[in-house]
């Protein structure tokens, strides 16, 4: 959904809209499960900077709702996150940061983002809020006990018999001194 500065400067934007997954792309690691609902309001704001100059800003708040699709740190599995968030921000013209002298507003209060040329994309705006409310890590589980490093078999389904990595050293030296003491 196209945001146009043209648009804005007659009337804000209201906007509700639902995008079915694979509709907006969340490169390889991130999938949507089901729709996506957002709703919210663009609007322009005109900041002044002294003189008759002055630059168009894209404010833009609203809030979204979907779930998406992760893989276990751990084991790969596919795990489900609910996604939830309000945002509020605000869209310079990438042209005005070009040599102008430093713009003062509270920055804050908003997260500043840009736009260039006529205006921007909604799905890009979601896109970012999305990948911002994924974990960096995400478990299947909190005990979730990974994959096997010998035989790749996913150690919460199924025992591999493979031998979990080798025995602490510090250990085996403890042993050695006990074979020794007898
Ligand atoms: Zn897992
Ligand atoms: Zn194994």
Redesign the pocket.
Known sequence: MKIRIQDLEVRNLEFEHQFQAGEIDFGSEVRQVGVLQTDGRAELIREHHGGNKSIEDIRLVGKLDGRIEVSCARCLEPVEIPISRSFDLLYRPLESERGSDEVAINEAETEIGYYSGEGMELEDSLREQILLAVPIKTLCRYDCKGL??????N?NEQV???E?GKPDPRWAALGDLKNKLQ
Do not use: Y
């Open positions: 096997c490093v010998t035989c790749g078999a150690r591999c018999g493979c979990q």
